[in-house]
């Protein structure tokens, strides 16, 4: 895929775009990503997760009232009651968000605790392991199993899939075939690829609007050579 194509298919400037095109066209062909739909849907999703290839590790720097609104099942705020919620066969409190307001560490670590095998608050894992690159790789589990993929300690270098355009492109590549979304693309499920991906629904609108943008884009160009050129 040509700077070209990818800045108008997934609507950055054309410096971001000569950066992300080499490594994002090398992991789509590596992962079967070489059909229209799958194409588009790919730049859709990668696109929004990282807000257009701009938001590549996670901010979590959140007030108090954002974090009840980001994550209503994890905080809550005085004077409702803490609650409880099951989350991979484990039970936990909601936390107060006026403890974690403003502490993007803590609020990692808190959040993300016992979640896609990272460890309780007090182990680090939920801050060390956030949402990296194009689609957000998030949790220990898949750090080690992808890094495993691409023959990368990603356990003990997680930053490197926000700060190397290669490892952050390979990574949203393993992700998106270790997770079967070709195949919610060639079913026309656009709705339970992007709960595949996001874990529920957020967001659906603008996703399917930059599907339809990067579909129209590489339609255009007539043929698919052109698209990973």
């Not at 590790?57 to 609650?83: H, I, K």
């Not at 926000?162 to 060639?186: K, L, Q, R, T, Y």
């Not at 079913?187 to 129209?216: C, K, P, W, Y």
Request: glycine share 12%.
């Amino acid at each position: 895929m040509t700077p070209q194509t990818l800045a108008t298919a997934m609507g950055i400037p054309m410096q971001r775009a000569i950066i992300w095109a080499q490594p994002l066209t090398n992991t789509m062909r590596i992962n079967a990503i070489t059909t229209p739909e799958r194409i588009a849907a790919f730049i859709a999703q990668c696109g929004h997760e990282s807000q257009g290839l701009q938001l590549l590790d996670e901010n979590l720097n959140y007030s108090a009232q954002r974090l009840c609104e980001v994550w209503p099942t994890r905080f809550y705020m005085p004077p409702d009651a803490p609650g409880w919620v099951g989350h991979d066969g484990v039970i936990v409190a909601r936390a107060n968000a006026l403890e974690y307001g403003g502490r993007p560490i803590a609020i990692g670590n808190r959040a993300y605790r016992f979640r896609n095998g990272n460890g309780d608050e007090d182990s680090g894992d939920g801050n060390a392991f956030r949402a990296r690159g194009p689609l957000g790789l998030t949790g220990l589990n898949n750090y080690r199993a992808c890094g495993t993929a691409l023959r990368i300690d990603l356990v003990a270098t997680p930053s490197r899939v926000s700060d190397e355009p290669d490892i952050g492109a390979a990574s949203a590549g393993w992700f998106w075939m270790s997770h079967g979304c070709n195949a919610f693309v060639d079913a026309n499920d656009f709705r339970g690829l992007t709960e595949r991906i996001n874990g529920g629904h957020l967001g659906l609108a603008e996703r399917q609007s930059r599907f339809t943008v990067a579909l129209t884009t590489l339609r255009s160009l007539g043929a698919e050579g052109g698209m990973l050129a």
